[in-house]
C-alpha cells in the first residue's frame, strides 16, 4: 500500500512538473510572433544562392518579410515612432525589389562576406539579414521657419542592425550604378553594422592577453592618459570588454596609414592611434597586434583589410 502511494505521489510530482515546465515555455515565446522561416522564398536562380548560404552559416536572407521580423525584440518593438515631436533611433526599411536581388547578393559577397572566413560568418552572422531597397536611418531634425519645431529626418544607409538582424539596402536599380566613392562607403558601414550587432549580442569577449596588458581598475581624466595605458576607447566606464570592441572598430574603420598619422593626443578617434604622438609608450601599438593576430590567428580574418578598403587601398 505504502508502495502504491508513493507511486501515486511520484507521478502527481511529474505532472506537476510538466505542466510548470509547459506554463513557463508559453511564456518565455512571445505571443503572436513567427520565429521559423524558410528557404527559398521563391523559385528565382538566386534563391539558391540564398539556400547555400544558409546551408554554410545559418543565416536567413529574407526579401519576404514582415515588420515583425525587422522590429520586434524582447525587450520592444524598435520601428521609430514619434513622441511629442521626438523620434526614436532606428531605420525604416522596405523589401528589395526581385529583380536586382542577384546584384545585391553580390555586392554583399565581394563587400562583406569577401572579407570573412567561413568560420568567421558562421559563428558571428546573426539569424536574419533582411535584403532590402530602403534603409532609411531615423532621426530628429529642427526646423527654423516659419516656426521652430522639431521634424523628422532620414538618411539613405547602407545597413542598420537591430537585435537578431541585419538590414543591408541596395535591392534596386542603385546598386547597378554604384560610383568607387558609394562601394567604399558600402563597406564601412555593412562592416561597421556588422561589428556593432557582434558586440550587442555579447559574442566576442577580450582574450586574457588583451585584458592583462593594461590598467582598468584606476581612473583615468585625460585622453592622454588613457592612450599612455593603452587604452583608446574613452574615458568614461573603462573597461576591458568596450576597449576591446574600441580596437576592432578601428581596424574596420580606419586603413593602416590613417592609424600611422601623427594626430594630436586630445583627439578621440581612431586616427593616429599607432603612431607615438598618442602611443607614447607603445601599448597601444602592443595591443593592437593582440586583437589583430587574434582574428588571424583564430578564424583567418584580418580585420584591418576592412579598414583599408574603406579607403580604396
Do not use: H
Amino acid at each position: 500500500m505504502m508502495k502504491q502511494n508513493s507511486l501515486i505521489l511520484l507521478t502527481l510530482t511529474l505532472a506537476i512538473m510538466i505542466a510548470s515546465c509547459k506554463k513557463e515555455d508559453e511564456q518565455l515565446t512571445p505571443s503572436g510572433i513567427d520565429d521559423t522561416y524558410k528557404v527559398p522564398q521563391g523559385n528565382n536562380a538566386f534563391d539558391q544562392t540564398i539556400v547555400d548560404y544558409y546551408n554554410s552559416y545559418g543565416t536567413y536572407m529574407l526579401y519576404k518579410f514582415s515588420e515583425k521580423d525587422v522590429y520586434w525584440t524582447p525587450t520592444g518593438w524598435k520601428k521609430p515612432v514619434a513622441t511629442n515631436g521626438i523620434w526614436s533611433a532606428g531605420a525604416e526599411v522596405e523589401a528589395s525589389d526581385p529583380a536586382y536581388i542577384a546584384s545585391q547578393l553580390g555586392l554583399i559577397k565581394s563587400k562583406w562576406f569577401g572579407f570573412y572566413s567561413d568560420k568567421f560568418l558562421k559563428q558571428y552572422l546573426p539569424v536574419k539579414i533582411m535584403l532590402c531597397k530602403k534603409v532609411d536611418s531615423v532621426f530628429t531634425t529642427y526646423v527654423f521657419t516659419p516656426t521652430f519645431m522639431a521634424a523628422k529626418g532620414t538618411k539613405k544607409v547602407a545597413a542598420f542592425y537591430n537585435y537578431d538582424n541585419i538590414q543591408v539596402n541596395y535591392g534596386d536599380a542603385t546598386v547597378n550604378s554604384m560610383t568607387a566613392a558609394e562601394q567604399r562607403a558600402f563597406i564601412y558601414k555593412v562592416n561597421l553594422i556588422f561589428m556593432q550587432s557582434i558586440f550587442a549580442r555579447g559574442l566576442s569577449a577580450p582574450t586574457s592577453d588583451f585584458a592583462s596588458s593594461a590598467d582598468y581598475m584606476s581612473s583615468v581624466s585625460t585622453l592622454a592618459q588613457a592612450y599612455t595605458r593603452g587604452i583608446i576607447m574613452g574615458t568614461s566606464n573603462i573597461s576591458a570588454q568596450l576597449d576591446w570592441n574600441a580596437y576592432i572598430t578601428a581596424m574596420v574603420t580606419y586603413s593602416t596609414p590613417q592609424l600611422n598619422a601623427s594626430v594630436a593626443n586630445t583627439d578621440s578617434t581612431p586616427a593616429g592611434m599607432l603612431n607615438a604622438t598618442k602611443d607614447t609608450a607603445g601599448l597601444i601599438k602592443r595591443r593592437y597586434n593582440i586583437v589583430r593576430n587574434y582574428f588571424i590567428n583564430e578564424y583567418g580574418v584580418d580585420l584591418q583589410a576592412i579598414g583599408n578598403a574603406t579607403r580604396g587601398l
